[in-house]
């Protein structure tokens, strides 16, 4: 089978606009992948120690360049790997790496599947780590991964994806894919084809609806306090119009009348933001599970959030304020 895929390799290369090809028996992000009960050498599992278990994937060809995961150290599959009798090896994960070898190099170490390392299971070599890759939605934690050639599959191969590196639109190449694929073997067809843009969107589609929603009801509500802060400020603005010519008249600049209006207004909307904070903090766990890379009390877009919400509410005070401001003392007295 691994005849078939390298040679299916050698001509989409040569497709124009290709270039890089691999396959896999997963796909990241989607998450269908098993696991593999692996025992380093030398690893003795302590008491109340769990199974060491890595997510296995099947790969050939270009695998790790078309998705543009790093190598950390060591080296890719190639050639050598596929050839008849060739030891057994694996590319590990940065995190198998540092949970399973405990800060060890693993170039050249070994590895079994099963519970011990003296079961009659053949050893397999580590000959490369490479960056950690998201297996399924993109807040899950991240889990130990291994690297097999598809030509040292101990079982049956079951379907397998496709992964190509293309310069240009993907739709142009599909049909030529299309037509190798069929000459190498009429009873296979290429079913669908997406994009990693494409994946990673349909996975997080219901996070991103329920973070659309937020941001609407978010922009609702601050529109709301803001008219909330300009109808307040306006109605004392009014109410106070005597004290404020009387001020005025007794030598209050306009400044002052403008700066102490938004100070009112800045007291307000700082009482209301701290209230904010408070219920914040005890709706913590609630943000936590809508959130991706930030945390619900992260510091900085807590202050973000602050000065945006002052900045607005200093707006919303500006026209009330400038009203007050504006008042002709002599006129607003001899309508009292």
């Known amino acids: 089978m691994d005849e ?5 390799q050698r001509r989409v290369e040569t497709l124009p606009g290709v270039k890089t090809v691999g396959f896999s028996s997963n796909i990241p992000i989607v998450g ?4 593999r009960l ?6 003795v599992r302590s008491i109340g120690e769990g199974f060491l278990i890595a997510s296995t994937y099947l790969v050939q060809g270009n695998y790790f360049q078309t998705l543009h995961i790093p190598l950390i150290r060591g080296r890719y599959l190639d050639d050598r790997d596929v050839q008849a009798g060739a030891p057994l090896v694996a590319i590990i994960s940065q995190s198998f790496a540092e949970t399973y070898f405990h800060g060890k190099d693993p170039i050249g170490l070994r590895m079994k ?34 690297y097999e050639p598809i ?12 992964m190509l590196g293309v310069a240009g639109n993907m739709d142009v190449v599909m049909p030529s894919l299309g ?13 669908r084809a997406h994009t990693m843009d494409e994946i990673v969107a349909a996975t997080e589609s219901p996070r991103r609806f329920n973070t659309a929603i937020l941001t609407a009801f978010a922009a609702i509500a601050l529109v709301l306090s803001l008219l909330g802060i300009y109808g307040v400020l306006a109605y004392a603005v009014a109410q106070r119009t005597r004290e404020i010519a009387v001020r ?4 209050a600049s306009r400044k002052v009348v403008l700066l102490r209006t938004l100070r009112y207004a800045l007291t307000v909307a700082v009482t209301g933001v701290a209230g904010g904070l408070i219920a914040s903090i005890g709706l913590t766990h609630f943000l936590n599970s809508l959130l991706y890379g930030v945390k619900p009390l992260d510091s900085a877009t807590i202050a973000g959030a602050v000065l945006v919400l002052l900045c607005c509410s200093a707006l919303a005070a500006l026209i009330p304020a400038q009203r007050a401001a504006s008042i002709d003392p002599m006129r607003a007295l001899r309508a009292e």
């Open 179 to 191: 037509k190798i694929v069929h000459q190498l073997d009429p009873l296979l067809v290429v079913s």
């Open 248 to 251: 005025m008249a007794l030598g």
């Open 4 to 8: 078939f895929y390298a040679e299916l």
């Open 38 to 43: 692996i025992t380093p050498e030398g690893h």
């Open 113 to 146: 599947v099963g519970d011990r390392f003296e079961n009659p299971m053949p050893a397999i070599t580590v000959v490369g780590v490479v960056g950690d890759v998201k297996q399924g939605a993109l807040d899950q934690p991240t889990v130990e991964q291994m």
């Open 151 to 162: 030509s040292q599959a101990a079982a049956a191969l079951g379907p397998m994806a496709g």
């Open 32 to 35: 269908q992948n098993g696991g």
